[in-house]
């Protein structure tokens, strides 16, 4: 039987830098993972996180939850039927309810396979304290993936002084009090910790979040036709609503051979340089993303 663990949490909070974490640890325990990542848009960035040796599946265009539950099942049915592996991996999109992504791991198909140990959620410290500028909805499913953890990693608390960190833990214990709380920066937490996980379910009720419905969040994928300004482009970035939340892809600037890899999370960007030719895009993710103007926004969205 085969250990799983849904890593859950909001948009940028931190969960790949955590799957690659326990990842490695994994491997150095002599065990071999696997992952299923969910994408909430059109293109899969987050899996070149994964290691080439580790099996990999991937869902985009949506939520493991909902009406993403069959194909959920099927990529389980690969994975079980197709691979060699010891432990199981699931990175949810940030736009899931981590109990109803989780339901789909519950198939009669896999129960003597799959022993679900629990919800890891990375809870972003940052953005705790400044939740109530989120709008209801989705400050509710923010709450929510806390609120049904396991195991909560309070993560990027680098950026908080230490009278927030304080603040902030006690706060997020107290609306889950019964999950172990680590502070962690860049997500990073020992394995000793995951290994002790033994989840109870449904002793709490479920306050449904599925995306499209109550949530509004949405994904737009934007085609660059020509090179930027850089000093332009994060102009743009500041300017933006406080509602996108995630922007993620390959942008061209002007003066470079090749896009560069630009993440963009809760008002802080990163640009890495590539050194291949990538298709210059990104995905943008949000509430109403389709309303905001992109800077020369001459292309195909």
């Known amino acids: 039987m085969r250990d799983v663990y849904l890593l859950s949490g909001f948009l940028g909070s931190g969960k790949t830098s955590l799957l690659t974490h326990l990842i490695a640890q994994f491997k150095a325990e002599g065990l071999k993972p696997a992952v299923i990542m969910n994408e909430l848009g059109k293109l899969a960035f987050d899996s070149r996180a994964v290691d080439n040796d580790v099996p990999l599946k991937e869902m985009l265009e949506g939520c493991i939850c909902c009406t993403g539950s069959e194909k959920m099942e099927a990529q389980l049915q ?15 999109t940030g736009a899931a ?15 003597s396979r799959l022993n679900m140990k629990g919800i890891i959620t ?39 002084t230490e009278s927030e960190i304080a603040s902030v833990t006690m706060q997020i214990q107290a609306l889950n009090n019964t999950a172990p709380l680590i502070q962690t920066a860049n997500s990073k937490i020992p394995i000793s910790l995951v290994r002790k996980m033994e989840a109870t379910f449904h002793e709490k009720d479920i306050n449904k979040t599925a995306l499209g419905k109550q949530l509004f969040l949405s994904s737009r994928l934007h085609i660059f036709e020509e090179s930027v300004d850089k000093d332009r482009f994060e102009e743009w970035v500041r300017g933006l609503p406080d509602s996108i939340y995630r922007m993620k892809g390959y942008i061209p600037l002007k003066g470079h051979k090749y896009p ?42």
């Open 78 to 92: 690969m994975l079980l039927e197709g691979e060699s592996f010891d432990v199981l991996l699931i990175e949810t």
């Open 122 to 160: 990375v809870a972003d410290c940052k953005r705790w304290i400044d939740r109530d500028k989120m709008t209801p909805q989705t400050r509710m499913l923010f709450l929510e993936q806390i609120r049904h953890a396991h195991l909560i990693v309070a993560n990027k608390t680098d950026l908080l």
């Open 260 to 301: 560069f890899l630009f993440q963009f999370a809760y008002g802080m960007v990163q640009w890495i340089p590539e050194f291949v030719k990538m298709q210059p895009q990104i995905v943008i993710i949000g509430d109403q993303v389709d309303k905001i103007d992109i800077l020369g926004d001459n292309s195909n969205d």
């Open 97 to 111: 309810h981590p109990v109803e992504a989780m339901d789909s791991v519950f198939s009669p198909l896999f129960a």
